[in-house]
């Protein structure tokens, strides 16, 4: 400081964190704190920060470089010396059966060392530890099977091998395995060859079913799925058919029957999904298409809709026109009729924005539509209604008409 005042050295803030460099306040002499590692930076930059005793400061950065001390860490901390790469020193390939037994070893042996003589252990990856299949021995790094295999499900899997040295450093490498096919045998649980079978329908008649067949007709369809290993195997629906509610399996006979009732104007086939499981835990599955015949409007099974409530039609000729200064009560010339082919009675209502609109309602037992609020021709010179047939089985039909 030109005018005499003492001054003080200190390293910027971010130095001070990072731990590697500390400076002497009075002489400013810069000395290490902290473990260098060529191989990570081979320099650093740091910030010289002087303070007079009148509150000035002035700063500078210097840069410092990190040389190569190839292999000796006087400073403890060159990384020439961490735990090499991770190697299989087991020449066997990686191959293994897919029936291999549980602690069957898998020819790879991971094998690294550390330059400074430190101790060495192994360890495979967290994916791998998850996946189940495999295991490593800490101190010799001999892998070995812990889990099923599955030619079919997987021909190769890859591991990972972690090695850490007692200093801390750690390398690793991956390793593939090859899954050979076991044909069939399964000493090892593993294989899949004696999984069950394809589902397959063991009745030879067509599919077909009419459509007003009664509750528990057979819909000749037998499912018939096999293990080659002699488990047992049951049979189920898929959830969704089972929800449609239209049929329905024995889970011993594989015989599919009918639960529910169908319509061939609604749906001339179906298709359901057979699920064979084994007492192994194996499934398969298959789908099969039924047809559903038209019945020519009989309804022995209650099933079919030939016998709806037909469409709604007015049954007066004269033309739907009204004057807007009509009477309340006014008829206005439309007169639904819907007739149901079994004969059931069928009765009539407007659609609920009709009834809210307020100007029209309809007999519902002669379909007849009169006037009950008032009209404006310029507001509107003309009104559309819908009338809805509804027989006494529950089945509905429905029309518009215009009203001018």
């Known amino acids: 400081d030109p005018d005499g005042d003492e001054v003080t050295y200190a390293l910027s803030q971010a130095d001070i964190d990072a731990g590697l460099f500390d400076i002497d306040a ?34 500078a950065s210097f840069d410092i470089t990190v040389t190569d001390a190839d292999g000796s860490t006087p400073g403890g901390g060159d990384t020439d010396n961490d735990v090499g790469p991770v190697t299989d020193s087991n020449a066997v390939d990686n191959t293994i059966s897919e029936n291999a037994e549980i602690g069957t070893v898998v020819n790879i042996t991971g094998l690294a060392v550390d330059p400074d003589g430190d101790d060495v252990t192994y360890a495979l990856s ?33 591991i990972t091998i972690i090695a850490t040295s007692t200093d801390g450093s750690t390398s690793q490498e991956s390793f593939d395995i090859t ?20 589902v397959t329908d063991s009745n030879a008649a067509e599919n077909t079913l009419s459509e007003n067949a009664e509750i528990g007709s057979v819909v000749n369809i037998t499912g018939l799925a096999t293990d080659p290993d002699g488990d047992e195997v049951t049979y189920a629906l898929s959830q969704a058919d089972i929800d449609a509610g239209l049929f329905d399996i024995d889970a011993t006979t594989g015989v599919v029957t009918l639960i529910g009732n169908l319509d061939h104007d609604t749906a001339d086939s179906h298709s359901i999904t057979i699920i064979a499981t084994s007492t192994d835990g194996s499934t398969s599955e298959a789908s099969f298409d039924i047809t559903v015949t038209d019945a020519d409007g009989s309804t022995p099974g209650g099933g079919d809709t030939d016998n709806d409530v037909g469409p709604v039609t007015d049954s007066n000729a004269a033309e739907n026109t009204l004057s807007e200064n009509a009477e309340i009560g006014a008829v206005v010339n439309i007169t639904g009729l819907a007739t149901d082919p079994d004969g059931d ?60």
Do not use: K, M, W
């Open 26 to 59: 009075t002489t400013g002499v810069v000395t290490l704190i902290g473990n260098l590692d060529h191989d990570t930076a081979d320099s650093h930059s740091i910030t010289i920060i002087a303070t007079s005793t009148d509150g000035s400061t002035s700063e």
């Open 345 to 404: 009675d069928v009765t009539y209502a407007l659609s609920q924005a009709d009834i809210d609109a307020g100007l029209f309602a309809i007999d519902a037992t002669t379909g007849v539509v009169t006037l009950i609020g008032n009209l404006d021709h310029e507001v509107a010179d003309s009104h559309s209604i819908t009338i809805i047939a509804t027989s006494t089985d529950g089945l509905t039909s429905q029309e518009s008409f215009d009203i001018t």
């Open 126 to 158: 967290q994916a791998d530890i998850d996946a189940g299949l495999f295991e490593i021995d800490a101190t010799t790094g001999v892998v070995t099977l812990i889990g099923n295999l599955d030619h079919d499900t997987a021909d190769s899997h890859s």
């Open 179 to 198: 899954v050979t096919d076991a044909d069939g045998s399964t000493p090892g649980g593993g294989d899949t060859d004696n999984d069950v079978g394809p």
